[in-house]
């Protein structure tokens, strides 16, 4: 399963920074961006490479490493909450074309966790996919019930690209589950998998709404 849980203490550590109620606007935020770089790096440790030989500015040669797919990478900025992890994921990817997607959830509070979200996608602009070369990265920080998730991967496995890779921080294990059944080729980073899902569909402990929690 190409699960993949960033559990450095750097990563654990602005984590524990963004869940912490107490944490302002701005520095939420940052944090945000700073694990959009990390995550990047460790994506970007997944792609494919190759050996090549270069000259010293003494003269001498040698070999080194080119990992040519970051050259072909598209990253899904899944609006607004994703907005500052992609942030982060550019610093990674500098190359890296970019769509969107605007997607609303209808939130509702029942008596039990629900198990799909109505969502709602009213707006898209996503790069050609060149099928078999592109590396395409979705944005999300939280994968509660993936509802959203699931509809961006719909429209993005149709075209072929190369990998599907997911970015988020939190996820919950019935929202991993779930689109790892689906989709057994995607490559999903997170920092936390969160036990539960509250009635309103909200991932527990979590961190509140990313969104909100950014933008105000």
Do not use: C, W
């Amino acid at each position: 399963m190409p699960l993949f849980l960033l559990s450095s203490s750097l990563s654990l550590h602005i984590l524990t920074q963004i869940r912490n109620k107490d944490t302002d606007q701005i520095n939420f935020r940052k944090g945000l961006v700073r694990l959009g770089r990390l995550i990047g790096y460790e994506i970007a440790n997944t792609m494919d490479y190759e050996i090549i030989e270069v000259e010293t500015p003494l003269g001498v040669k040698t070999k080194g490493v080119r990992i040519y797919d970051l050259e072909n990478v598209i990253i899904i900025n899944i609006l607004r909450a994703a907005t500052p992890l992609v942030e982060g994921l550019l610093k990674a990817f500098p190359a890296a074309r970019q769509g969107v997607v605007t997607a609303r959830r209808k939130e509702f509070e029942g008596k039990e966790p629900p198990k799909e979200m109505e969502v709602e996608i009213f707006y898209e602009k996503i790069p050609k996919i060149r099928k078999g070369i592109d590396n395409v990265i979705i944005s999300d920080p939280m994968v509660a019930t993936a509802s959203t998730m699931l509809k961006v991967l719909e429209k993005v496995a149709k075209e072929e690209p190369k990998r599907i890779y997911i970015a988020s921080v939190i996820a919950s294990e019935y929202g991993v589950k779930r689109i790892l059944e689906l989709y057994p080729q995607v490559y999903f980073f997170t920092i936390s998998i969160d036990p539960e899902l509250n009635n309103k569909g909200y991932i527990v402990p979590g961190l509140g709404d990313a969104g909100d929690r950014s933008f105000g």
